[in-house]
Structure formats: structure tokens, C-alpha cells
């Protein structure tokens, strides 16, 4: 394809970008990507109820996967920086198009929800780069045990490091502290999505509501459940 071809299109797609409803849709995609990074980590996170032995070896199939796992690492961090960019200036075009808000706020949990997206969505990004040294790379300490190579490969203690750390109950604490917020944003994240891509009616949009009420609190219960069983197991340091 030439280059005079391409040029107009790129135009064409930056200048959807550019007005309200591109940033929008941009919102809705990523967010789309991340909602499901969350489901698929939750399902990893809750093998520690099966035990070491299946939760390390679902550690060490994705480390034996590089490729796979590092395409996937560069499209979530290219999907929370559009994200997060998008959210900005969202949040920008509004403050300029109507510097004093509205005083009346007809759905309180909604309204909540929306006036904390700015500041939730950058606490929950800090926190994961917390979680990721803590149990990923272990910069934190806190009784990270690194992969060593044993006789069939290297060993992974996923399961013995999850259990280290949620043990420190600053540590759970900060993480329940980060799914709460979390959850606050998926709820308007999830119904506000369809909004933006023109789904919206009086008699689904309440459905919609609730569909992302119960699904938001299910994924906190999921992630919330971890720490809370390691502390009541295993004990508190």
C-alpha cells in the first residue's frame, strides 16, 4: 500500500481521536482489554485454592511461553497508557466545557464512581507496580523466592510467594484497599462503556447497571477472597 494512500487514512483516524466520542470509543476498547486481563489474572490468582503444586506449574507453563507472554504484556501496557491518556482528556474537554459541575447528582453510586475515575485509575496503576515487584520480579523482598533451576527446569514458587506477602498485613491491607477502588471503576467503567459505543435505552440501561454492580463486586469477592484466606491459613507476620 502506498504512502498517499495511508496518509489519509491515519488522518482520518486521528481526527476521530480528536473528538469527544473517538476518545470515547478509545475508553471502551481498552477498557474491553483490561476487563479481561482482570478475569483471566483472577482465574490464575484463585489456583492457590488448588494448592503449590498446580498454582507453580501454571506459573512456570507461562514463563515457558515468552512470546505469548510478553505479547501480551506490551498489548495491556499499550492498552492502560490509551487508557489513561483517553481518561485525561476526556476529563479536560469536560472541565473546559463546563467549569462548575452539576449541583444535583440524580444516581449517588454512579455519580461517586464517575468523580473518582481520575484519581482511582492513577492509585490502582501505582499499586500494580508495587504488586508486580512484590510477586513478580521481588525488588520488594518480603520473602520473594526467585525460580532456581532444578533437574527437570526451573522451579517457580508462585504459590509460596503469594503466601509470603499477603501475610504482611500492610500488604493485604494496601491490596483490598486498590480491588475496592478497582471495583468502583469497573462498575461505571462497565455500563459507561456501552453508553459510548450508542447502547442506551431507559428500559436496558438500569439492566446494564446492575449487570455491572454484580460483576464488579463477584471480581472484588474473587480477588478480596485471596488475601483474607492466606491471613486466616497461614497467619500474620
Known sequence: MSTAAVEPRLKRTWGLY???????????????VLVLYIIGHLLGNLQ??????QMNQYAAFLHSQPGLLWTARIVLL?????HIWSSFLLWRDKRRARPIGYVKKDDIPASYASRTMMWSGPIIAAFV????????TGDVGLGFQPPTAGPTGEAF??????????????????????IALLTMHL??????????VGISHPRYTP???????????????GYISIPVYVMIRFGVK
Open 48 to 53: 492457590i485454592y488448588a494448592g503449590p503444586e
Open 18 to 32: 480528536e473528538v469527544y466520542i473517538g476518545k470515547k470509543l478509545v475508553m471502551a476498547g481498552t477498557g474491553v
Open 129 to 136: 507496580v508495587f504488586h508486580v515487584l512484590h510477586l513478580t
Open 78 to 82: 499499550a492498552a492502560v497508557g490509551a
Open 157 to 178: 514458587y508462585a504459590y509460596e510467594n503469594v503466601v509470603n506477602g499477603f501475610r504482611y498485613p500492610a500488604v493485604s491491607a494496601a491490596y483490598i484497599f486498590a
Open 187 to 196: 462498575y461505571h467503567g462497565m455500563w459507561s462503556m456501552f453508553q459510548s
Open 207 to 221: 439492566l446494564l447497571k446492575s449487570l455491572a454492580h454484580v460483576f464488579s463486586i463477584a471480581i472484588a469477592a
